[in-house]
């Protein structure tokens, strides 16, 4: 019943700041975990950053910590990722994921969302 929608991805270059949004719709967003993974060409995709349930903790892999930040707007039922200092290796399609049931330690499972936006494209020129 959730559906997730991303926007604000684009080309970027290297050392340059990107922002993007995921706008949520359905019941029971605050109780939902939201997330940010990424997958690039060939590649697994791999975990970003998440927000366990309505905490406002945010959780962040080791490769995008101090660059990125997550944050949550419940009252517009959307989460957003603030990207800086990017680099080459952040160029991925992004996608937004939600889940309702999962535990705080499968934030980094992709595997265990259940909700998936279809993504927007980040590039990072060099």
């Known amino acids: 019943q959730v559906q997730l929608v991303e926007s604000g991805g684009g080309l970027v270059q290297v050392g340059g700041s990107l922002r993007v949004s995921c706008a949520a719709s359905?019941?029971?967003?605050?109780?939902?975990?939201m997330a940010w993974f990424r997958q690039a060409p060939g590649k697994e995709r791999e975990f970003v950053a998440a927000?366990?349930?309505?905490?406002?903790?945010?959780y962040y892999a080791d490769s995008v910590k101090g660059r990125f930040s997550m944050s949550r707007d419940n009252a517009k039922n959307q989460v957003d990722l603030q990207m800086n200092t990017l680099k080459p290796e952040d160029t991925a399609v992004y996608y937004c994921a939600a889940d309702a049931r999962l535990i705080l330690s499968s934030l980094r499972n992709s595997y265990d969302y259940d909700y998936w936006g279809q993504g927007t494209q980040v590039t990072v020129s060099s």
């Open positions: 359905g019941p029971n967003f605050r109780g939902l975990t």
């Open positions: 927000i366990w349930r309505s905490s406002g903790i945010t």
